[in-house]
């Protein structure tokens, strides 16, 4: 399964070792994806780890746009879940985070 997070700020690449996951550099982009800084994520099985990922990236940055794709809706609906948003588009969810 592969997912791409994408944001209005820098990702930062990860290896999560537990889950055998890398989270690199975006090279190709479907256009459903509108912001400017994306990373490709190979997930394998669980990824609940894309959670902690995400809360590090709000964590950075006092005001911040995510979007997550992914052609796999089972993520994006748990995701939705988590974070009490709706589903954008099939495959695509928008977060917006602000800290004051």
């Known amino acids: 399964m592969k997912c791409i997070i994408a944001s ?21 982009c479907p256009t459903e994806v509108t912001l400017p800084f994306f990373v490709e994520v190979e997930i394998h099985s669980d990824y609940m780890f894309i959670m902690e990922y995400l809360n590090d990236i709000t964590s950075q940055y006092k005001q911040c746009d995510l979007q997550i794709y992914s052609t796999e809706t089972s993520i994006l609906e748990e995701l939705c879940e988590i974070y009490s948003v709706t589903l954008r588009q099939e495959t695509s969810i928008r977060l917006e985070y602000s800290s004051e």
């Open 8 to 28: 209005n700020r820098p990702l930062p690449i990860r290896y999560y070792a537990k889950q055998q996951c890398f989270i690199r550099r975006g090279i190709n």
